[in-house]
């Protein structure tokens, strides 16, 4: 089993995100979540688009409902639209499986 995420320790996950999105010029949202996929916490940068926030926030609980990051769950998906189509049927959340998560 794994440790438990504090608040602390996600927003410290958030600043370095946010610090690095400036690095590279890169206006977006970031979310945390646990390993059921509940946010912990969840930042949307200046500028950012309001869809934003939401896009982060399914692609954080998609890696974590299903052990992979977001663009290799994409990949699998994009080969595979029958399989996608029962992720979305069975998990109780919206999936967006982009990269970035």
Not at 22 to 32: G, H, L, N, T
Not at 63 to 87: E, K, L, W
Request: hydrophobic fraction near 45%.
């Amino acid at each position: 089993m794994s440790a438990t995420l504090t608040l602390h320790e996600a927003r410290e996950i958030l600043r370095r995100a946010v610090e690095k999105a400036k690095e590279v010029a890169w206006i977006s949202a970031y979310a945390v979540v646990d390993e059921g996929g509940n946010v912990i916490a969840i930042s949307r940068m200046d500028d950012a688009p309001a869809a934003a926030a939401a896009l982060a926030r399914s692609k954080a609980y998609l890696a974590a409902v299903t052990g992979r990051n977001s663009a290799s769950f994409s990949t699998r998906m994009d080969a595979h639209p029958v399989r996608f189509d029962g992720y979305q049927s069975i998990l109780p959340r919206p999936l967006f499986p982009g990269p970035g998560a």
